[in-house]
């Protein structure tokens, strides 16, 4: 076989690829008129390469003129199929008196394409034959690139006003065309006596292949199963026509097995692939179900915060003037209480106050998650605070009959910290020792290295396995170990002195030997951390 009939090879084996191809996609959708009109398209482009694949081997002049003629059955189709594809693809509907008239010319073309009067006579190159232009080939020639202009600049208008995302999609096409603009009408010039390689024929693969991919994104089929059905229907067919061409009885036979065998690979195959595209398929809409339920899981999330943060604002006033007025009570201001009196308001103002704890536990969630703690970065002594939370909270330790030690060493290094916060952590540290010990003593110790300074609260209470450990500084969480016994609480306190110690860039941690062993909670501050002033989103 010489070069130019192994030439002539490539256009039929593309204009199988491109037929088969445009069916598959076509049978994936097929009402869809994009995927109409690329099969219709892959068709035209098909019957030029074919009809090339004859002209390079025709035999007699008359030959080489037939083919050609149903060349240009096909490529009389292929402007106008292009601009329509690419008005759909577009998303355009303004142009339909272009569109009816690219129809028009289109069906005018098609008789005079068979004519005298379009082509006519041979030119011979080294690489084979090609027929002469007459003068209806030049009107045809504007009609072709009018339309295939037309879809181009239509494609460019588009990208242009495209979302980003679309912009992806479309700007592979746009180059490819642009690029091929150049190289495809080439193929017209050996109808002027100009040679040009043959090669460039197949310059029709990447048009379809453009459209196939723009098509497949569009639509959002799927490129593994096309290809392999594509790949795989090619070699089928390619296998059977050896069939055909066996020269023994026992050749036809293998040959015959042979295909049966690769028709039954190649539908498991395809099977396999289809599963594998479905299951991912499946995947990827769970994983988007997923998203979407956590959009919406933030957003109630997000009311809920909305709701905590006003009903705790609606809350705080009045508890403040109950606390008021209780104390007042309890002093005598309002006349002297009497005796059986005492216990009742004793209850009244610690209700109060647990009910006030528990509303700026709200508040504080709230402000953190909006993102709108405020924080006041100061130097300060940790150890003053450390001896005020006790003052504040030994009365409540004696009560339950426990011991509070202060630890602080000489010459703490002072820190930069917001006063309050820290108090805040402090006093939920040492409240907690108290709350979650029976007996036994609460030491509250302070020190340092060359980089921290560290403050941490010891008891002898209940303690806490493993699990407690790893879960404790997160929202709402209750330990394993206070279930079953009765001790009030939200599960709040700890979260909130985490982030209190995130926003100074500290540490927080909690160690324990285990369930009734005691634990210790414990926070670190850098000596030199860098902190901003005002309000920290985290
Ligand atoms: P609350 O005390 O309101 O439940 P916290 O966030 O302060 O909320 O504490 C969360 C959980 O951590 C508590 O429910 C308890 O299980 C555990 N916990 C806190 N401090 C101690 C402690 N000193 N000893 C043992 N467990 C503790």
Redesign the pocket.
């Known amino acids: 076989m010489d070069l130019v009939s192994t030439y002539s090879l490539l256009p039929l084996a593309s204009s199988i690829v491109v037929v088969v191809l445009g069916f598959f996609v076509w049978l994936k959708r097929p009402r869809d008129m994009l995927a109409i009109l690329f099969f219709l398209y892959c068709f035209t482009i098909a019957l030029w390469l074919f009809g090339t694949f004859h002209l390079f081997n025709a035999a007699a002049d008359e030959d080489a003129i037939f083919w050609d003629r149903i060349i240009y059955i096909g490529v009389n189709f292929i402007p106008i199929f292009l601009y329509h594809f690419g008005l759909i693809y577009c998303g355009i509907t303004r142009q339909r008196a272009m569109l009816v008239a690219g129809y028009l010319c289109a069906f005018i073309f098609l008789p005079l394409t068979q004519s005298t009067l379009f082509v006519d006579g041979l030119f011979r190159y080294a690489w084979g034959v090609h027929t002469r232009a007459q003068f209806f080939h030049q009107p045809f020639l504007v009609y072709f690139f009018t339309f295939f202009i037309a879809f181009f600049v239509n494609l460019r208008m588009h990208y242009r006003s495209a979302s980003a995302e679309r912009k992806k999609q479309v700007k592979p096409m746009l180059v490819g065309f642009l690029i091929l603009d150049c190289i495809g009408p080439l193929a017209f010039l050996p109808a002027y006596g100009i040679s040009v390689y043959p090669v460039i024929f197949l310059s029709a693969i990447p048009f379809v292949l453009l459209l196939a991919y723009a098509i497949i994104r569009h639509n959002a089929l799927d490129m593994k199963t096309i290809s392999a059905e594509v790949f795989i229907t090619f070699i089928a067919i390619i296998f059977s026509a050896e069939v055909f061409f066996a020269r023994t009885t026992t050749e036809f036979l293998l040959r015959m097995i042979a295909l049966a065998a690769l028709i039954s690979f190649s539908v498991l195959l395809v099977r396999g692939v289809k599963n594998e595209v479905r299951r991912r398929e499946e995947i990827q809409q769970l994983a988007k179900d997923l998203q979407e339920a956590n959009a919406r899981l933030t957003e109630l999330d997000h009311v809920k915060s909305e709701f905590l943060s006003i009903a705790a604002h609606q809350l705080r006033t009045p508890l403040s003037v109950i606390k008021g007025y209780t104390s007042m009570m309890q002093e005598g201001d309002y006349g002297s209480v009497p005796k059986e009196m005492q216990p009742i308001l004793d209850n009244v103002y610690n209700s109060n106050e647990h009910l006030i704890h528990l509303v700026d536990d709200f508040l504080d969630i709230s402000r953190i998650e909006s993102g709108r703690t405020k924080y006041d970065f100061k130097p300060l002594d940790i150890s003053v605070i450390v001896s005020n939370v006790v003052n504040e909270l030994s009365e409540r330790a004696k009560a339950k009959g426990l011991r509070v030690e202060v630890k602080t060493c000489e010459a703490l290094p002072a820190v930069v910290a917001d006063a309050e916060k820290i108090r805040h952590v402090i006093y939920?540290f040492v409240d907690?020792?108290i709350?979650?010990?029976t007996a036994g003593s609460i030491i509250v110790a302070c020190a340092f290295t060359k980089d921290e300074v560290q403050c941490t609260v010891t008891?002898t209470?209940?303690?806490?396995d493993e699990t407690?450990r790893e879960n404790?500084f997160q929202k709402f969480?209750?330990?394993r170990?206070?279930q079953g016994i009765e001790v009030n609480?939200?599960?709040?306190?700890?979260?909130v002195c985490k982030k209190f110690i995130e926003a100074h860039q500290g540490r927080i941690w909690v160690e324990?030997a285990g369930a009734g062993k005691g634990?210790v909670?414990g926070f670190s501050l850098l000596r030199t951390a860098t902190l901003q002033q005002g309000t920290q989103s985290l």
């Open positions: 939920n907690n020792a709350k979650y010990s008891d209470g209940i303690g806490m407690d404790l969480y209750r330990g170990n206070v609480g939200t599960g709040l306190g700890l979260f324990s634990s909670f």
